[in-house]
């Protein structure tokens, strides 16, 4: 498993903000492209990060636990 720390980043900005579009304009990225990254990272993992829907984004089990790592 190869984990970026571009993707770390993208991670913890999705946490901070729980929302894609305030998240992806504190990274000075698009959307879509945070988007890409995280379905990526989740792909690599083989595991949702977080739950998402129009009202809210919240880390899932697994993606609190990687969230505690990504902290570090």
Do not use: Y
């Not at 990060?49 to 636990?65: H, Q, Y």
């Amino acid at each position: 498993m190869k984990v970026e720390l571009r993707q770390l980043r993208h991670v913890l900005a999705i946490d901070r903000h729980r929302n894609f579009a305030r998240a992806a304009e504190a990274l000075s990225l698009t959307q879509p492209a945070l988007t890409r990254s995280l379905q990526s990272l989740e792909g690599e993992l083989g595991a949702r990060l977080f739950d998402r829907d129009r009202a809210r984004v919240e880390p899932t089990p697994i993606g609190a636990r990687f969230i505690e790592r990504a902290r570090l």
